[in-house]
């Protein structure tokens, strides 16, 4: 069974720019997060699918960042416009039900210059 | 106040040696409690998971949870090279949130 995979691994990008992130859940897992780990601090939570519903978006920092999940597969996010204190890693992960172990992703690092 | 507090250490023992890992948080609602371990540029991998109070055995790991005083470890006997990683210990509500609460993680390196 293939485990939570990301895309791209690494995106060096400046200021003011765009970015997409994506996520592929492992199959049949119909929830879906996204975490950030930012230099030096804790990984955080941002937000929560279940399949294509936001379920919990309390730890979305600010209104750059959309979170989707068309069809309750594959989720991207996009960071626009990006800014210096969005560097970071971005991991997501998925479980099968609600309780259930939540499997990370390799996680996407993303530098703003 | 953080709701999870990690010392991240970096920790560096002898192969061998018996490691002991330690969080603290402040949200009396946790009560879930897991270690997480990641190797460098890899996600977090779960290792350990607890419900409520108690101790948890599996192999060389056992994890502790001691709720009245809000603080959690996990221990690793006979640590091996191969355990050098980031623990990071998470946390999670009852019936709430679903999302994580994470310490900082701990940067542990076993010396062959």
């Known amino acids: 069974e293939a485990g939570v995979t990301q895309f791209p691994s690494h995106s060096v990008i400046e200021k003011g720019q765009t970015v997409t992130l994506r996520c592929d859940p492992i199959s049949g897992h119909d929830n879906l997060y996204w975490y950030r780990r930012v230099m030096g601090k804790e990984i955080k939570f941002l937000l929560h699918?279940?399949?294509?519903?936001?379920?919990?978006e309390s730890g979305m920092p600010n209104n750059r960042f959309l979170a989707e999940r068309t069809g309750g597969t594959y989720s991207t996010l996009k960071v626009q416009p990006a800014e210096l204190e969005d560097s970071g890693v971005y991991f997501c992960?998925?479980?099968?039900?609600?309780?259930?172990?939540?499997?990370f992703g390799p996680g996407t690092r993303l530098l703003v210059l | 106040q953080k709701e999870v507090e990690q010392d991240p250490g970096p920790l560096s023992v002898p192969e061998g040696a018996i490691v002991s890992l330690n969080c603290t948080y402040s949200n009396s609602a946790f009560q879930y409690f897991m270690w997480y371990r990641q190797y460098s540029r890899k996600g977090p991998e779960l290792l350990m998971y607890t419900y409520s109070s108690g101790n948890k055995e599996d192999g060389r790991f056992t994890a502790q949870v001691d709720k009245s005083s809000k603080y959690i470890s996990l221990f690793i006997r006979d640590s091996q090279p191969s355990d050098s990683a980031t623990y990071l210990c998470a946390m999670l509500t009852q019936g709430g949130s679903e999302k994580l609460v994470f310490g900082k993680g701990t940067k542990l390196t076993v010396n062959p």
């Open positions: 992960a998925s479980s099968r039900d609600r309780g259930e172990t939540q499997y």
């Open positions: 699918f279940v399949k294509e519903s936001k379920q919990d």
